[in-house]
């Protein structure tokens, strides 16, 4: 027996092979209590199952994942879709000085709300802190005059209206018969903000994409002419199927040089989005490295359905109440109306109550929890104008006025939440992901977390989650009918029915779970999918948000190693050593190498790294530098 454990310990080891076993334990566990419960059914109504355990065992497995994630050829056509050019036509042009003759139209008639106030702390669901209701978001961070209020809404009411009118001028398809001018039908691609470090930290964004397989176009759009990089531009982005965008010259309009928009800071993702050549766009911050390739992202669901992707932020919503009275909701009203499913009652008894005592975002009409980490965001120019329109004007007058209303300078403040704030409000269809952002990062000597990265995970994976899911729920409903001799309908048309299959479902799930060890059922039933189907929700997206890939800052300040420099740091360690992963971070310190050591042809100039070099002066001697950094390539390669 101990040598069976043994070899069972050593060859388990493998995390596939360990999950393979558990789900195959899982699955003849199942059978067995299947097989139980159909011969000695007791109170339950015994119904021959002709194919016995066989049937189950099919059921079970055709469970598995549909065509979603299964790539056909097609697919692959539009993957590779590398049809790539710039429109700087007089067309767009002409569109793009109505919109802005528009958006200036709707200028607030004062200068700004105020920007120094209590900010709004950080606030995790799991955190102990306040009911964010409507009284406390109203009273404790942003205060706001009723003036400024009713200003606000009558100029966000004018430019909705504008917005909701197909044929108005701020409509891109509104110029010429079709879209030509302004994407390109079909197409899809990766789009980041670059400039000045950003351009760096883009460019190891992308060399990364390229080695694990990415085919798709990519734009960079640079804000600013001072920031614009010959070789970077013109000869080591078009080497890998990427291109700059200049920003400056193709908004380079009489009526924003009058007006007193200063492109600037948050606005750019936002303004990225309308001016891609992309149809369907996926959006990533500089910083951003994907840890798988997201080519697949655009022919799978969910995008396929909601053409927009959204991924949470650890927070919960801070939004001011003020926000959604100025986007014209009534949310007391709205509130107030609504009925207990169970009771028949109202579900609120005053607007004093839904006031003080409702967290504000579980009110309906408001922005889902939690907020949004925009480091990633997949959406269709097509299929979302409006909603593209609408958080272009939150961000156009974003530092001003919307951040604040929407963020109340909690953390995060910019561009992050305004996307769902116009989907939100269009009723747009949108897919929020739900799988929470993963802390990443390692444990000091102390014992201490210290996070470096969020980890973003993949849609597909949680898109199927949810599929197995209602797959399994049918299951059960159906498995139910059998034992009780019944037809769907007289359950649909019965309450008490209907109750006893819930709490079947709910007996039956928590037979599936309870070996799982996990307490969180959702959680649960999530590792219990992972391991029957072998499929866990992946790692997609690694935002390195501290420390960001400034080589000679980590380096020359001595950021690789721990504070007592008695130890070499992995700044991914609590993830990305796991089994089964591949070494993302030796990778990033490879490009590095290659880039500022590597042989000629691979050696590339870099404003943002000159300038560095310059900064560090006499404590800068490339030999030593480079050095160093082999060094710690060799030593993550040892680990
Ligand atoms: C969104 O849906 C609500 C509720 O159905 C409706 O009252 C509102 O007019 C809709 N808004 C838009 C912009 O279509």
Known sequence: MRQFLSYFVRYTRNKKMFAIVIGATTLIFLIILNLTMFSYGGDVEVVSDPKGSKGTFDRLTSLLPGSSSKITDDDKAQISDNRHTIFDTAEHKSYLTDLFTELIAVQPDFDSLPSSYPKAPEMAPWDDHPVLSYNHLSEKYLKVTDHQVNNLKEKHAEFLAKILNKKSKVHFANHGDDQEHFYIENSNGIVYVGGGRYSWFALLSIKHLRSIGSKLPIEVYIPFEEEYEKEFCEVILPSMNAKCLKIYEILDLEVLKDSKFKIQGFMLKSLAILLSNFENILLLDADNMPYLNPDILFVSEPYQTYKFVVWPDYWERTTHPKFYEIQGLDLITENLKLKDPNTGQPKYSSAEQIKSEVPLHDLKGTIPNPSTESGQLLISKKAHADAILLSLYYNMYGPNYYYHLITQWAPGQGDKDTFLAAANLLNSTYYQIKTTVKAIGYHKSNGEFRGTAQGQYSPIDEYNFKTY???????????????????????????????????????????????????????????????????????????????????????????????????????????????????????????????????????????????????????YDEEKFCQAIQDEIDWIGSR
């Open 469 to 619: 899911h209602k797959k399994l729920l049918a299951m059960y409903e159906e498995d139910f009918c059998m034992q009780k001799g019944i037809t769907k309908k007289q359950l649909e048309q019965s309450k008490t029915l209907q109750e006893e299959l819930e709490e079947y479902q709910k007996i039956q799930i928590e037979t599936l779970t309870q070996f799982s060890g996990e307490e969180d059922e959702d959680k649960a039933l999530k590792d219990y999918y992972a391991n029957v189907f072998d499929l866990p929700i992946k790692l997609m997206f690694v935002h390195e948000s501290t420390p960001k890939f400034d080589p000679l800052d980590l380096i020359l300040n001595n950021q690789i190693t721990n504070e007592e420099n008695t130890e070499r740091i992995r700044f991914y360690d609590n993830v990305l050593t796991d089994p089964g992963y591949y070494s993302f971070e030796k990778m990033q310190w490879q490009y590095i190498y290659d880039l500022l050591c590597g042989s000629e042809d691979e050696r590339v100039h870099m404003e943002f790294i000159s300038k560095q070099i310059e900064n560090f002066g006499d404590r």
